[in-house]
């Protein structure tokens, strides 16, 4: 079920009325939320939905014995379970690649023997909820949080605002929710409808526009454009990318506002930021934040020696490239931010070591960091969008076309390119600003501004809508 | 909950995010009774501007109970959003973006056959000889021959129909191309026309439509569209593709008929005839009839076959149309359906994306170079650069 569609919405009112009727009940409210997230899962495959259920029982069985266990048969459950929700991830997402690089490699060795390839369909959200699952029997585990009672954590892991495409919600954050009694005379309607209009927009009307208009046509065919064509391209991509993602954040965390809960935020104007490491802090939030915490810090993280710190450093981002996709692609994508963080660290070091006062005047030295960052980030999207390493190289390789201009830089292309990169460095208040007006309405015209608000994205939005770019991982 | 800003990375030595989790302040809530009544009212406004889209997108759907139902909410709506002017926002709307607005109900009652001005094909026996169906001659502007054949009785898959010898073109007078179709177009299109392009002979364009096909020219009119890129562009050449959405019901005489039922079948190759005559009505201009490859879902793969079969026979009662099998393409090692097919070099290579129906970038490659090459048997292309 997608977010922008009217059976989403009718989905959803009639969510929103049993969730406050039965929610002064837990024991009936629990299963009927339980109820909701596997109809709403189970509208794309009903077959995934047992996957998901085992997924569940598997997780909470593991939590439970390592809870029930001594400290060596906990740390030994965690393992398990650890290794189990990758095998799932392995499975589904993983074995094909591996077959086929290790088949293909064995085959220019001449030794015939391919391994099967097993072509499953990837379920949807499946990288996103075993990431959920694993950080529960972590953080049990390492005694961070208590055990869950099983319809609990059922509830918490399968809640279908964040299933399929996060923010990935940690236990700690939702167990206190789950146990709460939300005050049915306090929902957050501006701010919630505030963030799914905003979602919305962002997502039917940016993104489509930018995919259809210019994106989807350069990275099929670089060749056939101007250089500055394609990378008006590859700017288009990071913000469609952008306002794909955030927008499908954005409508998650104010549907889950409406049913009386709240959710970490996931990003924070990524492209405004300065440095590498400053771009992770504000991209997909709760994903870095899993990453430092569950791999990054196990690891070693910065605490054993310069060289191991790098070579985490390294290692983490090559690994997030792989969370997204099991192609070289997103491997050399983390590899390039994994380079550049390092490069970035090496020189902090290097300035805090020698104490070296910056090159430029501070205006012009932030703007040169932006530049340098943003285009970092850009040259990284290019190899996240292309579908294979050739075609990357093409598109990189088309950057210097001097001829061919196939017309796609429209003005109206470039002014939502660019309009949309300015409006990051917007303050950030405007939000609030506008959600306070929001609230400020009676409840028909706060109604009449939805209304019309959702009118003009469908007005503005081509027909149909496609599925957001991060369902796929 | 409070609040957590702090950069973690000074302690750690990673970016990670420190995502900020607010408590939700109360006196910015309001009792979930008013959200529901503006959310409600919100919904209801949105619903009776957009009336006509919905009904719209309604009648679209393939025929069956879900389209039927879905209709028969929405046209009430509709009727009483028209009634009231409140569909006018919207119609004013997207007259100002430049959309073609259509009646929210068409289903297709009209035939596309008459909108295009060509007659409708008649029905004479195909002449078959030893699996191939030799072609009936036609002439300018004038109807050729349909075959009657059901799908299930279509046995002439790969048949080729000798296409008349066109000039040869020349970088000076490039043979021009246009690619069209279905969303199967969108992903090797692009990479055809580059291919087609850098022969230096051809001068290729593309364009496609999504969840489009020949059963609902009520979604899509592409017999209507034809005739238009016919007029304008005037191709020396044209590749179709077509099916992938074509499974469904469509209308014939007023009457919903079943997908693959004779009478299906006749009216769908009738269309598929239609559309034939419309790009070879220009008695130098040739066809590429594309089938469709091997599918995942074998269900969906079984009646692809089944259209693979009257785009052959249809093609193979017409001059200048040529049905190109793409099932071999993309067999895997088995012989089924593979996203991982062996290519030259004896490595696997992924051909198909994982829906399990679109081709992948590599398999565009190798479908448009098939393509290509059987171009090359029908117009004399030895002047261009790979020559």
Same mark, same amino acid.
Request: charged residues 15%.
């Given at each position: 079920?997608?977010?922008?569609?009217?059976?989403?919405?009718?989905?959803?009112?009639?969510?929103?009325?049993?969730?406050?009727?039965?929610?002064?009940?837990?024991?009936?409210?629990?299963?009927?939320?339980?109820?909701?997230?596997?109809?709403?899962?189970?509208?794309?495959?009903?077959?995934?939905?047992?996957?998901?259920?085992?997924?569940?029982?598997?997780?909470?069985?593991?939590?439970?014995?390592?809870?029930?266990?001594?400290?060596?048969?906990?740390?030994?459950?965690?393992?398990?379970?650890?290794?189990?929700?990758?095998?799932?991830?392995?499975?589904?997402?993983?074995?094909?690649?591996?077959?086929?690089?290790?088949?293909?490699?064995?085959?220019?060795?001449?030794?015939?023997?391919?391994?099967?390839?097993?072509?499953?369909?990837?379920?949807?959200?499946?990288?996103?909820?075993?990431?959920?699952?694993?950080?529960?029997?972590?953080?049990?585990?390492?005694?961070?949080?208590?055990?869950?009672?099983?319809?609990?954590?059922?509830?918490?892991?399968?809640?279908?605002?964040?299933?399929?495409?996060?923010?990935?919600?940690?236990?700690?954050?939702?167990?206190?929710?789950?146990?709460?009694?939300?005050?049915?005379?306090?929902?957050?309607?501006?701010?919630?409808?505030?963030?799914?209009?905003?979602?919305?927009?962002?997502?039917?009307?940016?993104?489509?526009?930018?995919?259809?208009?210019?994106?989807?046509?350069?990275?099929?065919?670089?060749?056939?454009?101007?250089?500055?064509?394609?990378?008006?391209?590859?700017?288009?991509?990071?913000?469609?990318?952008?306002?794909?993602?955030?927008?499908?954040?954005?409508?998650?965390?104010?549907?889950?506002?409406?049913?009386?809960?709240?959710?970490?935020?996931?990003?924070?104007?990524?492209?405004?930021?300065?440095?590498?490491?400053?771009?992770?802090?504000?991209?997909?939030?709760?994903?870095?934040?899993?990453?430092?915490?569950?791999?990054?810090?196990?690891?070693?993280?910065?605490?054993?020696?310069?060289?191991?710190?790098?070579?985490?450093?390294?290692?983490?981002?090559?690994?997030?490239?792989?969370?997204?996709?099991?192609?070289?692609?997103?491997?050399?994508?983390?590899?390039?931010?994994?380079?550049?963080?390092?490069?970035?660290?090496?020189?902090?070091?290097?300035?805090?070591?020698?104490?070296?006062?910056?090159?430029?005047?501070?205006?012009?030295?932030?703007?040169?960091?932006?530049?340098?960052?943003?285009?970092?980030?850009?040259?990284?999207?290019?190899?996240?969008?292309?579908?294979?390493?050739?075609?990357?190289?093409?598109?990189?390789?088309?950057?210097?076309?001097?001829?061919?201009?196939?017309?796609?830089?429209?003005?109206?292309?470039?002014?939502?390119?660019?309009?949309?990169?300015?409006?990051?460095?917007?303050?950030?208040?405007?939000?609030?600003?506008?959600?306070?007006?929001?609230?400020?309405?009676?409840?028909?015209?706060?109604?009449?501004?939805?209304?019309?608000?959702?009118?003009?994205?469908?007005?503005?939005?081509?027909?149909?809508?496609?599925?957001?770019?991060?369902?796929?991982? | 909950?409070?609040?957590?800003?702090?950069?973690?990375?000074?302690?750690?030595?990673?970016?990670?995010?420190?995502?900020?989790?607010?408590?939700?302040?109360?006196?910015?809530?309001?009792?979930?009774?008013?959200?529901?009544?503006?959310?409600?009212?919100?919904?209801?406004?949105?619903?009776?501007?957009?009336?006509?889209?919905?009904?719209?997108?309604?009648?679209?759907?393939?025929?069956?109970?879900?389209?039927?139902?879905?209709?028969?909410?929405?046209?009430?709506?509709?009727?009483?959003?028209?009634?009231?002017?409140?569909?006018?926002?919207?119609?004013?709307?997207?007259?100002?973006? +430049?959309? $073609?607005?259509?009646?929210? @109900?068409?289903?297709?009652?009209?035939? !596309?056959? #008459? /909108?295009?001005?060509?007659?409708? %094909?008649?029905?004479?026996?195909?002449?078959?000889?030893?699996?191939?169906?030799?072609?009936?001659?036609?002439?300018?502007?004038?109807?050729?021959?349909?075959?009657?054949?059901?799908?299930?009785?279509?046995?002439?898959?790969?048949?080729?129909?000798?296409?008349?010898?066109?000039?040869?073109?020349?970088?000076?007078?490039?043979?021009?191309?246009?690619?069209?179709?279905?969303?199967?177009?969108?992903?090797? +299109?692009? $990479?055809?026309?580059?291919? @087609?392009?850098?022969?230096?002979?051809? !001068?290729? #364009? /593309?364009?496609?439509?999504?969840? %489009?096909?020949?059963?609902?020219?009520?979604?899509?009119?592409?017999?209507?569209?034809?005739?238009?890129?016919?007029?304008?562009?005037?191709?020396?050449?044209?590749?179709?593709?077509?099916?992938?959405?074509?499974?469904?019901?469509?209308?014939?005489?007023?009457?919903?008929?079943?997908?693959?039922?004779?009478?299906?079948?006749?009216?769908?190759?009738?269309?598929?005839?239609?559309?034939?005559?419309?790009?070879?009505?220009?008695?130098?201009?040739?066809?590429?009839?594309?089938?469709?490859?091997?599918?995942?879902?074998?269900?969906?793969?079984?009646?692809?076959?089944?259209?693979?079969?009257?785009?052959?026979?249809?093609?193979?009662?017409?001059?200048?149309?040529?049905?190109?099998?793409?099932?071999?393409?993309?067999?895997?090692?088995?012989?089924?359906?593979?996203?991982?097919?062996?290519?030259?070099?004896?490595?696997?290579?992924?051909?198909?994306?994982?829906?399990?129906?679109?081709?992948?970038?590599?398999?565009?490659?190798?479908?448009?170079?098939?393509?290509?090459?059987?171009?090359?048997?029908?117009?004399?292309?030895?002047?261009?650069?790979?020559?």
């Amino acid at each position: 079920m997608l977010f922008p569609t009217f059976v989403f919405g009718a989905f959803f009112s009639v969510v929103f009325v049993v969730n406050w009727l039965t929610r002064p009940h837990p024991a009936l409210w629990k299963p009927l939320m339980l109820a909701a997230s596997i109809v709403f899962y189970g509208w794309w495959s009903w077959r995934f939905v047992f996957l998901l259920l085992a997924t569940i029982v598997m997780n909470w069985v593991v939590g439970h014995y390592a809870v029930m266990s001594s400290d060596r048969r906990r740390r030994w459950w965690i393992r398990a379970g650890v290794a189990a929700n990758l095998g799932i991830l392995g499975v589904f997402k993983y074995w094909d690649f591996f077959a086929v690089e290790m088949s293909n490699l064995l085959e220019s060795f001449g030794i015939s023997g391919a391994l099967p390839v097993l072509e499953y369909t990837l379920p949807v959200g499946i990288s996103f909820y075993t990431f959920q699952a694993m950080s529960y029997i972590i953080d049990i585990g390492r005694g961070h949080i208590r055990e869950m009672a099983p319809l609990d954590f059922a509830v918490y892991l399968s809640f279908f605002p964040q299933l399929v495409a996060g923010p990935i919600v940690r236990a700690a954050e939702m167990a206190p929710q789950l146990a709460a009694r939300p005050d049915p005379r306090f929902v957050p309607a501006a701010e919630a409808f505030g963030l799914i209009l905003n979602g919305l927009f962002k997502k039917v009307v940016i993104s489509s526009f930018l995919a259809s208009e210019i994106v989807d046509g350069v990275f099929a065919d670089p060749s056939a454009h101007s250089g500055l064509e394609v990378a008006l391209a590859v700017y288009a991509y990071a913000v469609q990318i952008y306002a794909d993602f955030s927008g499908y954040t954005d409508i998650a965390i104010g549907v889950a506002l409406l049913l009386g809960f709240r959710f970490p935020q996931n990003f924070d104007n990524p492209y405004r930021a300065l440095t590498l490491q400053d771009f992770w802090r504000r991209w997909h939030m709760t994903l870095s934040r899993w990453l430092r915490d569950y791999l990054y810090v196990p690891l070693g993280g910065n605490r054993r020696g310069r060289a191991n710190t790098y070579r985490n450093l390294m290692l983490v981002m090559l690994l997030g490239g792989l969370w997204h996709g099991s192609t070289w692609n997103f491997v050399i994508w983390g590899g390039i931010h994994g380079v550049v963080l390092a490069v970035e660290r090496l020189l902090r070091e290097h300035r805090e070591r020698t104490g070296m006062s910056p090159l430029l005047p501070s205006g012009i030295g932030e703007t040169v960091r932006w530049l340098v960052t943003f285009h970092v980030v850009c040259l990284a999207w290019v190899f996240f969008r292309s579908e294979s390493l050739s075609a990357a190289m093409e598109m990189l390789g088309a950057l210097a076309n001097f001829e061919n201009y196939a017309g796609t830089a429209t003005p109206l292309v470039i002014a939502v390119t660019f309009g949309a990169l300015a409006f990051q460095f917007m303050p950030s208040d405007w939000f609030e600003q506008l959600r306070d007006g929001f609230g400020s309405l009676g409840w028909v015209s706060q109604g009449a501004v939805v209304g019309l608000s959702l009118v003009a994205i469908d007005v503005l939005g081509p027909t149909g809508v496609a599925p957001f770019i991060y369902f796929q991982f | 909950m409070p609040a957590s800003n702090a950069p973690a990375d000074h302690r750690t030595g990673f970016p990670g995010g420190e995502p900020r989790l607010d408590a939700t302040d109360r006196r910015r809530g309001v009792a979930a009774g008013r959200v529901l009544a503006a959310g409600a009212f919100g919904l209801v406004l949105a619903i009776a501007l957009n009336a006509q889209q919905l009904l719209r997108e309604a009648s679209q759907k393939p025929f069956g109970w879900e389209r039927d139902s879905s209709v028969a909410v929405w046209e009430p709506v509709e009727s009483a959003s028209s009634a009231v002017g409140l569909h006018l926002p919207r119609l004013w709307a997207d007259e100002a973006l +430049g959309r $073609t607005v259509t009646d929210p @109900a068409g289903t297709q009652a009209a035939s !596309d056959r #008459a /909108t295009s001005g060509i007659p409708a %094909s008649a029905d004479p026996d195909p002449e078959a000889t030893g699996g191939i169906v030799l072609a009936e001659t036609g002439t300018d502007n004038e109807a050729s021959t349909s075959p009657t054949t059901s799908p299930s009785a279509a046995t002439v898959p790969g048949s080729v129909s000798e296409p008349a010898p066109a000039a040869a073109p020349t970088p000076d007078n490039p043979l021009r191309l246009a690619v069209i179709g279905d969303s199967m177009v969108r992903f090797f +299109g692009d $990479t055809m026309v580059s291919l @087609a392009n850098q022969t230096g002979v051809i !001068d290729a #364009a /593309t364009e496609h439509q999504l969840s %489009s096909g020949l059963t609902r020219p009520d979604f899509y009119d592409w017999p209507a569209r034809i005739v238009e890129v016919m007029a304008t562009d005037d191709p020396d050449a044209v590749v179709l593709m077509y099916g992938g959405n074509d499974a469904q019901a469509l209308v014939v005489d007023g009457q919903i008929a079943r997908p693959f039922s004779d009478t299906w079948a006749g009216e769908y190759s009738a269309r598929v005839g239609h559309m034939m005559d419309l790009v070879t009505t220009d008695p130098d201009r040739i066809l590429i009839w594309v089938g469709q490859p091997i599918m995942r879902d074998p269900d969906f793969d079984h009646k692809m076959v089944e259209l693979n079969k009257i785009y052959a026979a249809e093609a193979a009662t017409r001059e200048r149309v040529r049905y190109v099998d793409t099932r071999d393409l993309f067999r895997g090692p088995d012989g089924g359906f593979s996203r991982y097919v062996i290519d030259e070099a004896g490595q696997r290579t992924d051909v198909r994306l994982t829906d399990g129906v679109h081709l992948s970038t590599i398999g565009g490659k190798w479908l448009s170079q098939l393509l290509l090459d059987e171009l090359g048997e029908m117009v004399d292309l030895s002047s261009g650069a790979g020559s």
